[in-house]
């Protein structure tokens, strides 16, 4: 019955422009192989045959509103270092609009790295501050988000 639902309303979604608001991340995989456990430890010891990066947190309610056809804008707080970057280089390759992204030289960006090896999930790093974000990106966030509101439908 909700699959029934949801197929009947999805079409509302096309074109629809939408602010999501939240933490962002950036999403790290890296896929490698393993043919050997450590000497150091019994751990196995992973090459990183390729990586892959994606937006995360409500970075990745964005793709899935992308997804629909619908024309989503991300809001949040990101670092000003590469992680940050990395984070706005893969919105353009997804073709999300940044203008609400806040970049900030105190805080890094979230990075969640994850290390899949022959398809199974062996570990994750997180790499994060858990303060809230300061009242100085509170406001500067808020300004973002009053200039661009009218500029969307939900």
């Given at each position: 019955m909700i699959k029934d639902y949801l197929l009947k309303h999805i079409d509302e979604c096309n074109q629809k422009r939408i602010?999501?608001?939240?933490?962002?991340?950036?999403?790290?995989?890296?896929?490698?192989?393993v043919s050997r456990i450590s000497p150091e430890a019994p751990v196995p010891i992973c090459r990183v045959d390729k990586t892959t990066l994606v937006p995360g947190g409500a970075g990745n309610v964005a793709r899935n509103i992308q997804s629909l056809n619908g024309r989503p804008t991300l809001a949040g707080v990101?670092?000003?270092d590469s992680s940050g970057d990395k984070f706005i280089n893969v919105l353009?390759?997804?073709?999300?609009?940044?203008?609400?992204?806040?970049?900030?030289?105190?805080?890094?960006t979230i990075l969640k790295?994850?290390?899949?090896?022959?398809?199974?999930h062996v570990?994750?790093?997180d790499r994060e501050d858990p303060a809230p974000i300061s009242r100085k990106d509170q406001?500067?966030?808020?300004?973002?988000?009053?200039?661009?509101?009218?500029?969307?439908?939900l």
């Open positions: 602010l999501v608001i939240g933490d962002v991340m950036l999403d790290e995989f890296h896929w490698c192989s990101i670092g000003l353009k390759e997804f073709n999300i609009p940044t203008s609400c992204i806040l970049q900030n030289k105190e805080r890094p790295s994850r290390i899949i090896a022959h398809q199974q570990a994750r790093v406001n500067q966030l808020l300004n973002r988000f009053e200039s661009s509101i009218g500029d969307h439908d």
